[in-house]
């Protein structure tokens, strides 16, 4: 089916798809942030947080080493740099894929990240300084850029004088006037500045080298703006997607939320800045920043899967060394077609293959190919509890390469990258897998180059693992 958006952010070595939101973790390791300054300050515990992120289902990590909450105090490159290193060096270690920003407006930290290996620019100063144009130009990093208003004057609310109605042969003598106010600023004179700068800025990024499809844009909600401001910004959203960039909504715990929730307490404000968010993607925002990643994810993911129609083409490796293995797969296919929002398009037939990962015994394989409206993750959980349904016991001594009824590894879905403990897509091993390999032959013409073509490096056959010892049939689950 056609999709209603195809564009891409090309940021570093991913391409993240916007055919659905996207989900960005706030890590702040700073000690004055303003709802969670001092939480992370340790390198060991801001990096557990992160992949705990991750867990819960964003799709990137927002390093902040400088606090840009009102009244905030500035801090050097140098200190930035000594609070968001260990962090960055810590995540691309423990989770190698995971998609990283770096929340600065220093060149020198930004140079510094780059080199690391994060993905993402998100400059709060929307990229004024040369230097920090020169580096994102001499980057592969996606750019952030961010309109902060700098206290250039408050807008008021709007308002016209009415002329009272006279009498044709009314006596001449003064008429008065009313006048008619409204709720909130003109909203012309504000999205001029916004979209304005937002525009320029972008423009000086593409003459410098940066490409188009690297560049988001953020309306920078709260910086030096009104409540009234955000929220004529906020309703003015689909003007800021019409500008042709990826569009950017970081209102998580903002003043201006809490002005139209009446939460006063910055951390309680998780819920009322889903509302907000959920505004913000029915009108074309597909990248989101918040503070609270379990809550947003549960919101966005269940909205989507209701609001819009978006089956997404997926591949589940499944295997078994215990009992009846044939019939453990034919169940399991079974249940995977009972998936809410899923269904089975076809299956391989089944295969004989050699132990791998530690594994004693062979092992009897087949690959299905589904199609699912629902987040991978919570794919992933509805894949677990078919293994759970066949019985399938996991020991800890053995990292899940113990005896199995069943083995269900999503190991590829559409348009979908992510790293963490919990799900790594694509599956890390899965180009050097024959008994997923093999079996992928009996659904498409050419997985390797269908793969390749989605990125994932494919070993040669002489040098991957499982390999496939014969055929054992059909699998009749229909």
Same mark, same amino acid.
């Given at each position: ?55 819960? +289902?964003?799709? @990137? =990590? ?5 606090? &840009?909450? %009102?009244?905030?105090?500035? /801090?050097?490159? *140098? ?37 690391? +290996?994060?993905? @993402? =620019? ?5 990229? &004024?300084? %040369?230097?920090?144009?020169? /580096?994102?130009? *001499? ?340």
């Amino acid at each position: 089916m056609l999709r209603q958006d195809y564009s891409i952010w090309r940021c570093g070595r991913h391409e993240i798809s916007l055919a659905r939101p996207r989900v960005m973790g706030i890590l702040n390791v700073t000690p004055d942030s303003f709802s969670d300054g001092g939480e992370h300050d340790d390198p060991k515990v801001a990096v557990d947080y992160a992949l705990q992120m991750l867990d819960q +289902g964003a799709d @990137i =990590i927002d390093v902040g080493g400088e606090s &840009t909450r %009102p009244g905030h105090t500035p /801090v050097s490159p *140098e200190e930035e740099a000594k609070r968001v290193v260990p962090v960055i060096r810590g995540i691309l270690q423990a989770a190698p894929s995971a998609i990283v920003s770096i929340d600065t407006r220093h060149p020198a930290v930004a140079h510094m990240c780059a080199r690391m +290996g994060v993905s @993402i =620019i998100n400059d709060v100063s929307g990229f &004024t300084d %040369p230097e920090m144009v020169r /580096v994102a130009a *001499e980057s592969n990093c996606g750019c952030v850029v961010m309109h902060w208003n700098r206290g250039e004057g408050q807008a008021t609310r709007k308002f016209v004088q009415l002329d009272s109605a006279r009498p044709a042969r009314a006596p001449q003598r003064s008429i008065p006037t009313s006048t008619r106010r409204f709720t909130l600023p003109e909203e012309a004179p504000i999205m001029r500045d916004v979209m304005g700068f937002l525009g320029d800025q972008a423009r000086i990024l593409m003459r410098a080298g940066v490409s188009h499809d690297r560049i988001c844009i953020d309306p920078g909600p709260g910086f030096d703006k009104t409540a009234d401001q955000d929220v004529v910004i906020q309703r003015a959203t689909r003007k800021l997607v019409s500008m042709g960039y990826p569009v950017l909504t970081a209102v998580s715990r903002k003043r201006f939320v809490g002005a139209v929730s009446g939460i006063t307490v910055a951390a309680d404000r998780d819920p009322a800045t889903m509302g907000i968010c959920l505004s913000a993607i029915e009108s074309g925002a597909r990248i989101l920043r918040v503070h609270d990643v379990a809550t947003a994810c549960q919101a966005i993911d269940s909205y989507w899967s209701v609001a819009k129609a978006d089956p997404r083409q997926g591949f589940v490796s499944i295997g078994s060394n215990v009992g009846d293995r044939l019939e453990n797969l034919t169940q399991a296919v079974r249940l995977i077609n009972q998936i809410p929002l899923t269904c089975v398009v076809q299956v391989s037939h089944a295969y004989e293959t050699e132990p791998a990962y530690g594994i004693k015994t062979s092992v009897a394989n087949a690959v299905v190919e589904i199609r699912s409206e629902l987040h991978p993750m919570v794919l992933l959980d509805d894949l677990m509890n078919v293994e759970h349904q066949l019985g399938r016991e996991r020991d800890p001594e053995q990292t899940g390469h113990g005896p199995r009824t069943i083995d269900c590894d999503l190991v590829y879905v559409e348009d979908e990258e992510h790293a963490g403990r919990k799900l790594t897509l694509p599956h890390p091993h899965l180009g050097e897998r024959d008994y997923v390999l093999v079996p992928m032959e009996d659904l498409m013409h050419d997985p390797v180059r269908f793969l390749m073509h989605a990125g994932v490096p494919v070993y040669a056959p002489e040098e991957r693992v499982g390999h496939v010892v014969s055929e054992l049939g059909v699998l009749d689950w229909q």
